[in-house]
């Protein structure tokens, strides 16, 4: 999972970035060119995919890219929207705000795609969001992670930081104890993590000893590790993201931190870090909103799937599995919007590709996947009400799943919803 779904407060030789702009045709993969839709909005369903294929976030974005890819494959090859194959447009906006703004506002005025999915890092979700409610097209992510204010046209796939930590802290309580530290990346999600996890730790009766943030591009963790481990914690939870995660771990390590009576939960467990960090991480349990491990015949059909299409012998990143599962949510919105079975279009008015009715069936719509039955958005909210697990992190390349914890619901009321 990518835990980077916030505003970012700075970074860190963030200039003019280069775009690259990859043209898609809804086989799947392919490389030809995708046509305009028409001015009216009719024609194929076109769907814009921001995420960064460059810079320090690149292999994450790289993996929703995957994942969307074959999500959007199974629907075409299921006959696709409206009759007709869906197509899509994917950019690059290599974690930078301002591209992701600038590509948002042109997949829309120029491509006149009906919907837009994608991103990483939480301040170029936020960026694309406010274009997508401008410009009232739904907009998709497959990122962990909240924001204090949601917004209208905005929808997120991954688990909220309540539905990750509500299982996960009293476990770790009772386990390690309830010394707790906190370490994160300096940017409004690892902080708006932190006052979950303080929240959480009070009502187990713990206490927070030490509580750190680094700006993305840390090099030398070495004098942020020296205060924590003054602080005797008996649990570190860490959203370090990026390749800063690998930095911290591996360093933690080194300097005597991270020892296996230390509780550690957090970024750094995702398997996006699992092929850098296993020695590190191995036997520890993480919880998920999806694991490869998953025993399910159509997760383990997009498992082989992703595995031979892009040739990848690692752990898959959660990312992938929400971005596959969460654009076939969004495409079965879609079909309703077009006047499907219980759709609200109908007849000549009927349109698949018009983005407020897309986005009303959205927030009203339950899907049943793998994630869950009955899976749907909390309206006032718009966190995805879908189940959690409990993944085993072995030696190989799967997440066992070691407990199913079921739908652990987060109905937390946050303004700009409605």
């Not at 191995?282 to 992703?306: I, K, M, Q």
């Not at 009715?357 to 927030?363: H, L, P, V």
């Not at 697990?389 to 799967?398: C, N, Q, S, T, Y």
């Amino acid at each position: 999972m990518a835990h980077t779904m916030a505003h970012t407060r700075s970074r860190a030789g963030t200039g003019v970035l280069t775009t690259a702009v990859v043209l898609l045709a809804l086989s799947g993969c392919g490389g030809s060119a995708v046509s305009d839709a028409q001015d009216d909005g009719k024609g194929p369903l076109k769907i814009g995919v921001i995420v960064p294929l460059t810079g320090p976030v690149s292999s994450t974005g790289k993996a929703l890219r995957n994942g969307f890819e074959l999500g959007v494959k199974k629907v075409n090859a299921a006959g696709g929207v409206g009759g007709e194959r869906v197509q899509y447009v994917v950019v690059d906006d290599a974690g930078d705000p301002a591209t992701s703004t600038q590509l948002a506002r042109r997949l829309i005025q120029q491509d006149r795609v009906s919907m837009l999915f994608g991103t990483i890092t939480g301040d170029t979700a936020e960026a694309v969001a406010k274009v997508a409610g401008d410009a009232k097209v739904p907009f998709g992510t497959a990122i962990l992670g909240d924001v204090e204010r949601c917004h209208p046209y905005g929808w997120g796939f991954g688990e909220s930081t309540r539905q990750l930590l509500t299982p996960t802290m009293p476990k770790l309580i009772e386990k390690y104890g309830t010394k707790v530290a906190i370490v994160g990346s300096d940017y409004n999600y690892p902080r708006f993590y932190a006052g979950v996890v303080k929240e959480l730790v009070k009502r187990e009766g713990g206490s927070v000893v030490a509580e750190e943030y680094s700006p993305i591009g840390q090099t030398d963790w070495q004098p942020v590790i020296k205060r924590l481990k003054a602080a005797k914690p008996q649990v570190l939870m860490s959203m370090v993201v990026g390749a800063d995660a690998v930095a911290f771990s591996q360093q933690a390590k080194q300097f005597g931190l991270l020892t296996p009576e230390l509780g550690y939960e957090g970024a750094p467990l995702d398997s996006d870090y699992h092929p850098a960090l296993s020695a590190l991480v191995n036997g520890r349990t993480h919880t998920v909103r999806w694991a490869d491990g998953l025993d399910d015949p159509e997760s383990r059909t997009f498992v082989a799937d992703y595995r031979a299409a892009y040739k990848f012998n690692a752990p898959l990143p959660e990312v992938a599995g929400n971005a596959y599962f969460g654009i076939q949510f969004f495409l079965a919105a879609a079909k309703k919007a077009g006047g499907g079975a219980g759709g609200s279009g109908s007849g000549a008015n009927a349109n698949s590709a018009d983005g407020k009715a897309i986005n009303t069936e959205i927030s009203r719509l339950t899907f049943d996947s793998p994630l869950g039955k009955g899976t749907r958005f909390d309206p006032a909210n718009h966190v995805f009400q879908a189940d959690m697990l409990e993944a085993v992190i072995k030696p190989g390349r799967e997440y066992e799943v070691g407990r199913k914890l079921g739908r652990i619901l987060d109905t937390t009321p946050k303004p700009g919803c409605s």
